[in-house]
């Protein structure tokens, strides 16, 4: 079920994910979901970066591009791209059962003039504009509040892993949400994880212990891909195509511990 505003969030949200873009929760936590749902709980999805860009916005190059490769129809204006997104992403999330909500920061793609982030390796890989740590300051101060009602609440974040401006961003808004003792399960950002030593970069950036977290989703994971094929506009930039996707989220799963069929999630805890 879609929520409207932050004021339709209540305690039966025990178990809050933090989505960067509206794809993000289900590609890493997808079969955590799924076991929650099957519990009989109900998780919700926040997605932070989901506004829709003005009318009068002009698209930087690299930003018509990624919207070409998306799909969207360039005759519509550039929230073309965020309304498909969107269906996308209602689709997948009533599949599976869950809450969501979706947040008016616009992407990273659609914010500057001229634009903070003119190609993939600002994007994905460089450093938080200065400019978007009003943005940081805001969420945190959003899910603090939120936090205040819901104490009991299990917090969900990308860590980050793969450095995309927009999960940075939404890593550090999470960190105020230990800092104040939320308890915060880090998730692997999927599937910016699959790159080879890219996990322990993050952590060593971030610099503090951590401690692993597994989820047993084996049943879940037909689940888990199913929604994320429904996110069709991205399956070519992030997969090359279908198989691979169905290929990477099954090699990986089975690889965080590769015993017999078992597939798992994993979630990283700070240590301190």
């Not at 069709?232 to 930039?237: E, G, L, P």
Request: glycine residues 6%.
């Amino acid at each position: 079920m879609q929520l409207t505003s932050i004021n339709d969030i209540t305690t039966k949200h025990r178990h809050i994910f933090l989505s960067p873009h509206f794809d993000d929760v289900v590609y890493s936590c997808g079969g955590t979901l799924g076991v929650q749902v099957s519990c009989g709980l109900r998780p919700l999805v926040i997605t932070v970066f989901g506004g829709i860009p003005s009318a009068n916005l002009t698209l930087s190059p690299f930003a018509t591009r990624v919207h070409q490769e998306m799909g969207a129809d360039s005759t519509k204006g550039p929230g073309n791209a965020i309304e498909l997104r969107r269906q996308e992403e209602a689709s997948a999330l009533d599949y599976l059962e869950v809450d969501y909500l979706w947040l008016n920061y616009l992407d990273a793609l659609y914010r500057g003039s001229p634009a903070y982030y003119t190609d993939r390796n600002q994007l994905i890989g460089g450093d938080v504009h200065p400019s978007d740590a009003t943005i940081d300051r805001q969420l945190a101060s959003d899910l603090l509040t939120l936090q205040e009602r819901l104490p009991d609440a299990a917090w969900y974040a990308p860590m980050g892993v793969g450095r995309h401006v927009d999960h940075q961003i939404v890593c550090s808004a999470a960190d105020r949400l230990a800092q104040r003792g939320a308890k915060v399960y880090y998730y692997e950002d999927f599937p910016y994880i699959l790159q080879e030593g890219a996990l322990d970069a993050r952590k060593q950036e971030l610099g503090v212990p951590f401690e692993p977290n597994l989820v047993e989703m084996s049943e879940m994971l037909p689940i888990r891909i199913a929604a994320a094929e429904m996110y069709a506009s991205q399956i070519t930039a992030n997969f090359a195509d279908q198989e691979a996707l169905e290929h990477s989220m099954t090699t990986y799963t089975h690889g965080i511990r590769p015993v017999e069929t078992v597939h798992l999630e994993r979630y990283w805890t700070a240590a301190i």
